[in-house]
């Protein structure tokens, strides 16, 4: 149960025990147009996807950055170990990398920037592999210390499980280190890889700075690293004043937006959308822009709610999901998290803690609160522990004789239907005006 709580925490909205964020579109799939906006239901809030048309320059330098911290032991060590030297043997021989670990320190293991496939390079590989995993990374530390030895545009490849120990989410913090990785063009990618990952932060990194993430599995590695080497060859187009230039709706979004040429990137904002969406920001001065044609505004489902509740209240900072496949996984996580919620409650439920049930219930409703089982699950618990006084009408079943008792029943029955019809009526009413918070605190109090 702790996990679930640590779902709602990130799913407010991430996921870090989901959250599977994507590089590019499939080739199998057709070419989707350079903007795309998915809305609600009720027309509150939206996402919109942006895809820069603007040839990318590209990226020789690179800094490959390992997680050296205590879980990356075992065959997550190995793997590690494997999946940099393929990335090294990848890369274009004229391309420089700068090899960095990071646990509760972080060590440069190149003096400056090297070939990928140089000598220099093979040592510090040699240097990574003896050194002994240990602490805990700050990756926000470990990012910035990337930033400041490149000195030049640059890519930074981190590889590791996505956990730090640092509160990087907190909002003035984050928008301060984003803006700094844009003064100094560096864009941050992930290779996620450990016994638990976190997939948040490198997420909300990737989307901010124009990188790309990825969980790193066995049977596909050889060609998610492939992708990967790719992704951080090309340098993303840094826009600044995004926004909308018709109808009422407004983005929230940070200072400067960075797009790509190879996938879509996800901003979101609030007000409602008819017909024709036009769309504008500067690059280098030059005003680009975009149209949304009506066939490209589609609708979407609770998690486009949720993403956008949570960006929004943190002025487009975190948006942990990426690309249009993203919102897909988006979809997947949500439904699962509320799944488990429900399979929560009920175990809470028969074993007495219906409280407890009802925050959970609670918790899984502010992420779909639509949902009718939810309400239907709610519902039939607040009866069965509110008192004779409280309940709607009839007597208690075990009350008269045979005849009333069967009468009352399904009086009671009737009654209790139509009472989870009108909450989940209300409830219905009630979805996107909220903005919902969620506490570490309390949730883990919940289900401890």
Avoid at 173 to 201: E, K, T
Avoid at 229 to 234: E, F, H, I, N, W
Avoid at 257 to 280: C, E, F, K, M, P
Avoid at 365 to 385: F, H, K, P, V, Y
Wanted: with cysteine; charged share 15%; proline share 4%.
């Amino acid at each position: 149960m702790r996990r679930l709580a640590g779902s709602f925490v990130s799913f407010g909205l991430g996921l870090s025990a989901f959250c599977g964020p994507t590089f590019g579109a499939d080739p199998a799939v057709p070419r989707q147009p350079d903007a795309v906006v998915i809305k609600t239901a009720d027309q509150s809030v939206f996402a919109l996807a942006l895809r820069t048309t603007i040839a990318p320059s590209r990226l020789t330098h690179h800094i490959v950055l390992v997680d050296t911290s205590a879980s990356q032991t075992g065959i997550y060590r190995t793997q590690t170990l494997q999946a940099v030297r393929e990335l090294l043997a990848t890369l274009p021989a004229g391309h420089s990398i700068q090899l960095m670990s990071a646990d509760s320190q972080v060590r440069m293991l190149t003096e400056n920037f090297v070939g990928p496939q140089s000598a220099e390079a093979g040592d510090a590989v040699g240097r990574l592999s003896k050194i002994t995993p240990i602490g805990a990374t700050d990756l926000a530390t470990a990012v910035s210390a990337a930033v400041k030895a490149a000195g030049r545009p640059v890519s930074i490849a981190y590889v590791g499980d996505g956990m730090s120990t640092g509160d990087l989410l907190s909002g003035t913090d984050l928008s301060g280190r984003v803006q700094n990785m844009h003064q100094h063009q560096a864009a941050f990618h992930a290779l996620l890889l450990g016994p638990q990952m976190d997939a948040h932060l490198p997420g909300v990194l990737a989307n901010l700075t124009g990188g790309s993430s990825a969980q790193l599995t066995t049977e596909t590695r050889t060609q998610q690293i492939g992708t990967f080497a790719t992704g951080l060859q090309q340098a993303p187009v840094l826009v600044s004043n995004l926004r909308i230039t018709s109808g009422a709706a407004e983005l929230a979004v940070p200072q400067t937006v960075a797009l790509r040429a190879d996938r879509h990137t996800l901003v979101y904002g609030n007000g409602q959308i008819s017909g024709r969406l036009a769309i504008s920001g500067s690059v280098s001065g030059v005003t680009q822009s975009w149209v949304v044609e009506p066939q490209a505004i589609r609708e979407g489902g609770a998690e486009i709610a949720a993403l956008a509740r949570k960006s929004l209240s943190t002025g487009g900072l975190n948006s942990p999901y990426i690309g249009l496949e993203g919102l897909g996984q988006a979809s997947t996580d949500l439904q699962s998290l509320v799944s488990r919620s429900i399979e929560t409650a009920q175990e809470l439920h028969r074993s007495g803690r219906t409280q407890q049930a009802l925050d959970v219930i609670a918790q899984a409703r502010q992420l779909d609160a639509g949902n009718i089982t939810l309400t239907s699950l709610a519902a039939s618990m607040q009866d069965e522990g509110s008192t004779p006084a409280d309940r709607l009408g009839p007597p208690q079943v075990d009350e008269g004789d045979a005849l009333t008792r069967t009468e009352t029943r399904s009086a009671i029955i009737t009654q209790q239907t139509v009472q989870s019809v009108n909450a989940a009526i209300e409830e219905a009413k009630r979805v996107a005006s909220e903005q919902p918070e969620y506490s570490v605190n309390l949730l883990k109090d919940v289900l401890e």
